[in-house]
């Protein structure tokens, strides 16, 4: 058994539980009455789904960041206008630069720098 999803347009409006996909397909009706041609029938389930060009799919994290939605972000990372920015990391010691996400910018560690060649 597995879950089939009936969506109109981006909006879940039912869900069955049923041996196949291709059953529900067959014969849609007789798992869900209120079944039209325009609902979509599917056993995938989205968190955030988006229906766009006559396709239903996943938000990327970029649709995600417009709608208002949280977004975990990479380090370079920071949300502006609601949408992504990478700020490049700048040359240097890579071991020594780390990103801090409060302030949305990259901090070169020049005391561990310091250390580090005095222990030489």
């Known amino acids: 058994m597995k879950t089939i999803n009936f969506y109109k347009k981006e909006k879940l409006i039912f869900s069955v539980y049923a041996e196949s996909l291709e059953d529900v397909l067959k014969s849609p009706l007789s798992y869900f009455p209120a079944y039209t041609t325009d609902v ?4 995938v ?3 955030y789904p988006i229906y766009k060009d006559d396709i239903l799919r996943e938000m990327t994290r970029e649709e995600k960041v417009r709608a208002g939605i949280d977004v975990t972000l990479e380090d370079g990372e920071i949300i502006k206008d609601k949408k992504i920015i990478t700020v490049p990391k700048p040359s240097g010691n890579q071991k020594y630069l780390s990103w801090n996400k409060e302030k949305g910018l990259w ?3 020049n005391e ?3 250390q ?3 222990h030489l």
Do not use: A
């Not at 979509?40 to 056993?43: R, S």
């Open 45 to 47: 389930s989205y968190q």
């Open 107 to 109: 901090l070169l560690d």
């Open 116 to 118: 580090t060649i005095w």
């Open 40 to 43: 979509i029938i599917t056993d």
């Open 112 to 114: 561990r720098e310091y």
